[in-house]
């Protein structure tokens, strides 16, 4: 800062951090699907595969998935998780 303070953020490379629901929530105003639905994806979770435990249909979650990208301004789901990565930092 132009104060000559410093931050300091220690990151454990191994853990695997999940964004929170509410920090998701209060910065893309997603629903409580689309928060559920990023989480997932944020555990490496395949779309199929989330369909399936959810019991959702394909369309279902490519419509979630849509909506995704256009509240956190991304374009493909791989810069979706990057996102949710660096959100998962944040308390």
């Known amino acids: ?5 410093s931050a300091l953020i220690l990151l454990d490379l191994d853990a695997h951090p999940e964004p929170s629901p509410r920090t998701l929530q209060c910065l893309f105003g ?3 699907a689309e928060t559920q639905l990023a989480i997932e994806l944020a555990r490496g979770h395949n779309l ?11 369309t279902t979650i ?25 959100v998962a930092i944040l308390p």
């Open 1 to 5: 800062w132009s104060d000559g303070t």
């Open 30 to 32: 997603l629903t409580a």
């Open 48 to 58: 199929l595969d989330i369909a399936h435990s959810r019991r959702l249909s394909r």
């Open 62 to 86: 490519r419509s979630q998935l849509g909506a995704l990208f256009v509240k956190t301004q991304t374009r493909r789901q791989a810069d979706l998780v990057a996102l949710l990565g660096r």
